[in-house]
């Protein structure tokens, strides 16, 4: 079953609501809550990282019975530094970002962490392309 | 029993088909989505009821049966006590003596009378000992609709939920094994417990966590006000007398109301009360947006027990009475150190299974499949959750449509439709209508 959700960067308010979503689904599915735990931490990390780092974004989403697919494909900046951004404690995030409780700079380790499968793909000043499995089982 | 079609889970909650009129009130508030109305009477889906009591709170016709003891069993037991939850003292005004309210007590029946937040002192010492080393946050265990709320939608939060029984329970415990001391033999003695609340009967019937209560039956406070009332009023005679332990400390008068729980408790604690408020905070909390945080006091009601299901009064006013009395009271009492002798070893539980809402199928295959058939139905549907299908919205028509538990006709906007392109006719529409609100209503005020 695909769904899709739009971010829009800046729009903190909405952010959480696609993770909110998919962990419906996933409740009524009746997926182990320590799977749909992963996920859901997983998505709202990769949604957030879009809100406030990228101009706007698409979450595809895909399950299927063997587990879950996401795709979240941004407009933005790019990822200058990878490997640094993989570092746990990294964070470029703004003062004013950070004060709302986000950019602790947990994120794409974090994200990494609780998928299956996860690559990432970002063209400087272009957008980054991020893709992350967990399976059901 | 003749007029009750559906029961709960817990058997807490029943629906007098006799007496519901399908107005679908309660159906708008539940909280899991649980009810329906089908032939004119509103049905609750017995595994995902929470003994909330939401619905029982909206019911214009008194249709929802609370599945209390009958008063007459305490006579079965030579030695009846009750426990009284100082919501019970904060439904009368100030004038009414507390000493008169125990000897209408003892009058009506009862032996012995204990304050049940007496142990509130030694659980708040346990409570603090454990989240040293909980996972956090630790969700309070104190309201059992809340429990079971987790349980049935937030089952990946099952873990927090501090595996310490209420104080009610240790109260209980207090005073149970106080009589095997004294050498009284169980059947000679009932412990009833008078409760504000539906959530707590469902919780001495069918507790969760692995726990039997020594709690003998568990009389309606809201029944009870209005006899001791009633005595009251009428001046009754005294003839018998009770024994009364009504050691309170502050502490425990003010426990059951908002904020009563958390402000005892070390670390970054938080108070949570009505039942929008909390849905919206354990969402919160399960997708990890609240980050840091210790102890969540979370209860059901607004006001927390001072706007109980079976509190008659205003919350608002109970929960005032409840701050002036204890403001009246000692910060201790001198039971404290006996509750901390016989109940330190008791107020453990067991871990609390999740009760999960399967809402298509166990096989994840033919669920997904139901799934996908029930969003595309949601797109037909008007979107605007009218309940004149008998479902709480859309979305639920939309589920017990592809689970063959509604017909998509029921659908008043999408039959609309068809009556329009003339695909259905009006006597067909009249029946569905029939078989969702019943015949009368379709009857009556035709002229």
Partial sequence: MKFQYSVEGGDFTMAGHASSQVKKSLKQLGIDSSIIKRVVVALYEAEVNIVAHAYRGVIDVDIESAGIKLKLTDEGPGIPDIEKAMTKGFSTASAAVREMGFGAGMGLPNIRDNSDRFTIDTVVNKGTVLSIEIDFK | ?447
């Fill in chain 2, 1 to 447: 029993m003749g007029g009750y079609r559906h029961t709960t889970y817990n058997r807490a909650l029943e629906i007098s088909t006799d007496i519901c009129i399908g107005c679908s009130h309660c159906m708008k508030v539940c909280p899991t989505e649980a009810l329906r109305v089908f032939g004119g009477k509103a049905g609750i889906h017995a595994d995902w009821c929470i003994d909330c009591g939401e619905c029982y709170r909206v019911c214009p016709t008194r249709a929802i049966g609370v599945m209390d003891d009958d008063f007459k069993e305490i006579f079965n037991y030579r030695h009846r006590v009750l426990l009284v939850p100082s919501v019970f003292f904060a439904q009368f005004d100030r004038t009414v003596p507390r000493q008169k309210i125990f000897d209408i007590i003892g009058e009506l029946g009862f032996t012995e009378v204990c304050t049940v937040e007496q142990s509130v002192d030694t659980l708040v010492d346990e409570i603090n000992s454990y989240i040293e080393d909980a996972d956090k946050p630790v969700i309070s265990s104190f309201c059992p609709a809340i429990v079971r709320l987790i349980q049935v939608r937030f089952p990946s939060l099952v873990d927090n939920i501090m595996k310490l029984l209420p104080p009610i329970e240790i109260t209980a415990q207090f005073y149970k094994k106080r009589y095997e001391r004294e050498g009284m033999d169980c059947s000679e003695f009932g412990i009833f417990y008078l409760t504000p609340c539906i959530g707590k009967i469902a919780a001495v019937k069918s507790p969760v966590g692995g726990y039997k209560s020594p709690i003998t039956g568990v009389i309606n406070m809201d029944f009870f006000f209005n006899k001791v009332y009633l005595a009251y009023r009428q001046k009754i005679e005294i003839t018998k007398s009770i024994i009364v332990n009504d050691q309170l400390s502050s502490k425990g008068v003010l426990y059951p109301t908002t904020g009563g729980e958390s402000i005892n408790i070390s670390g970054r604690s938080l108070a949570v009360d009505g039942m929008k408020n909390s849905i919206d905070f354990l969402e919160a909390l399960e997708n990890e947006e609240i980050k840091n945080l210790d102890f969540l006091e979370i209860r059901a009601c607004d006001e927390s027990c001072a706007g109980g299901i079976l509190s008659h009064r205003n919350r608002f006013l109970t929960a005032e009475s409840l701050r002036e009395f204890a403001s009246k009271v000692p910060k201790e009492h001198n039971l404290i150190l006996d509750y901390k002798k016989y109940c330190s070893a008791v107020v453990h539980m067991d871990r609390i299974e999740p009760r999960s809402m399967v809402k298509y199928d166990r096989d994840i295959e033919v669920a997904l499949k139901k799934m996908e058939s029930a969003r595309r139905l949601r797109e037909l549907f008007p979107g605007i959750d009218c309940g004149a299908c008998g479902a709480p919205s859309c979305e639920a028509l939309a589920e017990d449509v592809v689970k063959g538990q509604a017909d998509i006709n029921s659908c008043i906007f999408l039959r609309t439709v068809y009556e329009k392109r003339g695909e259905i006719s009006l006597d067909e529409a009249v029946k569905i209508m029939e078989s969702i609100w019943g015949k009368d209503r379709f009857s009556k005020n035709s002229d």
